[in-house]
């Protein structure tokens, strides 16, 4: 199998894996939103087939957050809920690979933990950014319900702040698994020894 086809092949994978994962953790809610575990395979897939592949998989990830778990945006601002939603997932993606790829040859494990903490930086940050362009008046009404003092606090601890915690956490905490994987599927090949 070529190196084109494999990655054809793996990224299908973890395309599926991302709808599994989304799928399955819709219903583990930490605070108005589910937390995210697709930074993983999104990540995997950034370090194993490339910037496209990590952008594709975030893509996906933003798609399906569209169709299942964007409601309460849904109602307010359609565009803006869309280009949120799959601008901070591809983007989450791309910058995975982007980072990885800056660090791979000089050190893997550097290059995952990097990529690792990037994808949910991004993802977080254009969701906030999203917030501020597409919601902030509605954004502004749900701080008050709340009792926030302002929308800004309310974006980050009650709209963002435990679900970036845990989703970074778990993302480095499995790093060292996404290295040993890499380090397994990325064997160099043995070198024909010479016949002479």
Request: charged share 10%.
């Amino acid at each position: 199998m070529n190196e084109k086809t494999k990655a054809l092949v793996g990224t299908g994978i973890l395309t599926a894996i991302v709808i599994v994962l989304q799928s399955m953790t819709l219903s583990i809610r930490l605070g108005q939103f589910s937390i995210t575990l697709v930074l993983i395979p999104i990540v995997v897939g950034a370090a194993l087939y490339g910037i496209k592949a990590g952008a594709w998989l975030g893509f996906v990830f933003g798609a399906f957050v569209v169709a299942t778990d964007a409601g309460a945006f849904l109602a307010i601002n359609v565009p803006g809920t869309v280009v949120t939603c799959v601008l901070k997932g591809m983007l989450a993606g791309l910058a995975a690979g982007l980072v990885y790829k800056l660090f791979e040859n000089k050190n893997r494990w550097v290059a995952v933990i990097s990529a690792a903490v990037v994808a949910p930086v991004v993802n977080t940050g254009i969701f906030l950014l999203g917030c501020r362009i597409f919601f902030f008046p509605t954004i502004n009404e749900w701080a008050t319900n709340f009792g926030y003092a302002s929308a800004g606090k309310y974006m980050i601890f009650g709209l963002v702040g435990g679900n970036f915690l845990l989703e970074a956490a778990v993302n480095i905490a499995l790093s060292s698994v996404i290295v040993r994987v890499l380090n397994i599927i990325k064997k160099p090949a043995p070198k024909a020894e010479s016949q002479g």
